[in-house]
């Protein structure tokens, strides 16, 4: 009893450290949708839900046929943002069952992951600092996107004049047959163009919103 219960302990520690690790990674590489604590959490807490559920039914088929259909009749609508939040939930699962064979395997991918992530990161800062290229792209929720600004009815004009006169913006635009509907969210890395936004729509907007951060 007390080896059975000194291997679950370890083999849950293993896979905690593992899910922190890859959390970690994803942070470093800027990733600011990870530090969302509905996602860090739901990272923690998978892998220990599904070493617990695989060690109960493992070599037992009544259990395991009973978990198939419990699930078969439980619908999960929780919408995936990206492929990439996708893939840690998915690898935090197999973290869970890999414990199940044994301790070393979940710390083992997870060191894995980390390797990539962080490589795939400093290669495109690499790139960036001698080429001046930017390797990959950042959606609005996948990269470093600090700053950020909202307005809401506004002309096309001033909207053509600001898209123009701004290089390395994101832009998503609602234009509507009413001006006062329009909305537009544009975000930069860059702290004074959103700024410079800010001042520039004074008394050209019916609203506007800005976000600088921390």
Known sequence: MNSL??????AISTIF?????????????????IKSRQIALSLLLLPI?????????????ALSLGLVGALSIV??????????ELTALFAAISYGVMATHSIYWPLLISLALCGVILFIHFL?????????????????TD????YSIE?????????????????????????????KDNYVFISSNNK?????MYLLSKNKVDKRTMNIGL
């Open 75 to 84: 619908r999960f609508r929780n919408p995936v943002k990206s492929p990439l």
């Open 17 to 33: 450290a593992s899910s922190v690790l890859m959390i970690l990674s994803f942070a470093i590489a800027k990733q600011t949708w």
């Open 192 to 196: 004074s163009v959103i700024e410079k």
């Open 124 to 140: 495109d800062l690499q790139i960036k600092s001698f080429f001046n290229l930017n390797l990959l792209s950042y959606s609005f």
């Open 143 to 146: 990269g470093e996107i600090d």
């Open 5 to 10: 219960l000194i291997e679950t302990l370890w």
């Open 151 to 179: 307005f809401t009815g506004f002309s096309e004009s001033f909207i053509n004049d600001i898209i123009s006169s701004n290089k390395g913006i994101a832009i998503s635009l609602s234009s509507c047959r009413d001006e």
């Open 49 to 61: 839900i599904t070493y617990g559920i695989t060690s109960v039914i493992s070599g037992n088929i």
